[in-house]
């Protein structure tokens, strides 16, 4: 089945433990991105992906660090986290086309409490 | 720097009823327009990709129009069902491999 998997699905954790959120896709899509959804400011781009080892910053990369050293797999890294980044987390992939991308696939999310 | 406006902000009609959800985007240079769905708690669904060079694309009951000049996307729905009750979102995807939302429409259908 053709899909985006997120891992965990749920983590509570401290302030300044570093944490990583893994996104793995079956699709051999060359485009994968992060997003996190907020009550009120909805869902914006943190990082994405064209290809491996190329990533570029979304809207809100403060704090994030991603890398892309495989097709399939796209990693979310909070190196020092804060309460701020209580989140719902989201992995998106989709094929890459010559000037932007196809239908965006997503994952089912991570729900990310820091305190 | 490109914004996402989605009216209303909520919605509630009685089973049956056909109904319109609005998306506008404030520079007319995307690439492409999608819609999603997406439940409570859960995840985003995709309804339908419109390119920019398409006016329209249509899957079931739903057909989403794109008008670039004007900065508008609508998203019809006919004959609504409870089934259909979600947040619907519209993402604007530029040139530059951005991808844009806008804050959603809560749907509502009354059996």
């Known amino acids: 089945e053709a899909q985006v998997t997120q891992n965990p699905r749920y983590l509570i954790t401290v302030t300044g433990k570093k944490l990583t959120v893994t996104c793995s896709q079956n699709m051999n899509h060359e485009y994968m991105s992060w997003y996190r959804q907020d009550p009120g400011l909805g869902l914006r781009q943190i990082y994405y992906?064209?290809?491996?080892?190329?990533?570029d910053k979304g809207d809100v990369p403060e704090g994030y660090k991603v890398s892309r050293k495989e097709k399939r797999n796209f990693p979310l890294i909070l190196e020092s986290p804060s309460p701020n980044q209580t989140s719902l987390y989201f992995c998106?992939?989709?094929?890459?086309?010559?000037?932007?991308?196809?239908?965006?696939?997503f994952g089912p999310g991570t729900r990310l409490t820091v305190l | 720097k490109q914004e996402v406006t989605q009216i209303p902000a909520a919605l509630s009609v009685p089973e049956g009823e056909n109904l319109v959800l609005n998306c506008s985007f404030t520079?007319?240079?995307?690439?492409?327009l999608q819609w999603f769905r997406q439940d409570p708690g859960k995840g985003l669904t995709s309804l339908l990709l419109?390119?920019?060079?398409?006016r329209e694309q249509t899957s079931g009951r739903l057909n989403a129009s794109l008008d670039k000049s004007s900065g508008r996307s609508t998203l019809y729905i006919a004959a609504s069902q409870p089934g259909d009750s979600a947040t619907y979102l519209c993402a604007v995807h530029t040139g530059g491999f951005k991808t844009i939302f806008g804050a959603g429409t809560r749907l509502f259908v009354k059996a």
């Open positions: 998106a992939s989709s094929l890459r086309t010559s000037g932007g991308t196809d239908t965006q696939y």
């Open positions: 520079d007319s240079a995307i690439y492409n």
């Open positions: 992906s064209m290809n491996v080892e190329v990533t």
């Open positions: 419109i390119q920019s060079s398409q």
